[in-house]
């Protein structure tokens, strides 16, 4: 463990930012080399500009530093990749084969890939979804990460790189923006009823959507790349839940700490993206195979939330 190197790309992220703070307290500041297309708003460690694309210049970095892991965080989210399908195909993808192709060449121990409930649609089962099902994602974000998935399994079959991911639910967490997605409303609207105890919410109120806290998600990422390789018996990705909420049940959360607040509901073309989406997921696999569980519901999200941002 002591020994290693730890690359991140597109650490800028809603998640990179806190993931990298994370890792630099676990292996020490030096150990893990942040880059991203720019400068990072606040710099915790060593930084590289790198555009994913740019496969050489991922090769010259593993080289320089040495790196022994990759997490691989650079992507354009459901909600944003709909504007451009085909640039979005290309940074997912080319950014995906790049990172698999380097980290076979290099000899990388570990890969860390986030995947998503994006890879749902219409025609897989919205409750308690299972590992396994019919994904026919909407969206060119869900197909690439679908894609994705399964690249990183036949790397782990045909080549023996240790891939490891997970399916992330909408990331909520007061630290960094999301940017993108459509799940950006839940942390919009702690910012926004602290700032004007209102907002307009882009989703309808009774959608249900699976969501972890990003405490949840940072521990889950850092759990499921210590595991030991043996156990993990999912190498396209795990299905991964935190809690379910709607925007409803957010807002009258959110309204037992601030009384005042109001919400209004003015779904645009992210609700049909969010309808094709689960309601929950059934991760008894991580659970079993890397000790997965949760440890934030709403209540807790919604009152931790409020204390740091205050
Ligand atoms: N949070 C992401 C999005 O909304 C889902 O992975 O696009």
Redesign the pocket.
Known sequence: MAAEKILMLGANGQIGTVLARALREKFGVESVITSDLREPDQQSGPHEILNVLDSDGLKSLIDKYQVTQIYHLAAI???RGEKDPMNTWKINMDGLMNVLNAGVEKKITRVFYPS???IFGPSTPKKMTPQESSFIPTTV?GISKLAAENWCNYYHKRYGLDVRSVR?P??VGWQSE?G?????YAVEIFHEALKHKKYTCFLEADTRLPMIYMDDCIRATVELMDAESDKLTVRTSYNLAGMSFTPAELASEIKKHIPGFEIQYVPDFRQAIAASWSESIDDSIARKDWDWKPEFDLERLTKDMLDHLR
């Open positions: 989210l459901s909600a998503t409930i994006a974000y992330y909408g990331v999301a993108g997605g459509t799940t950006d």
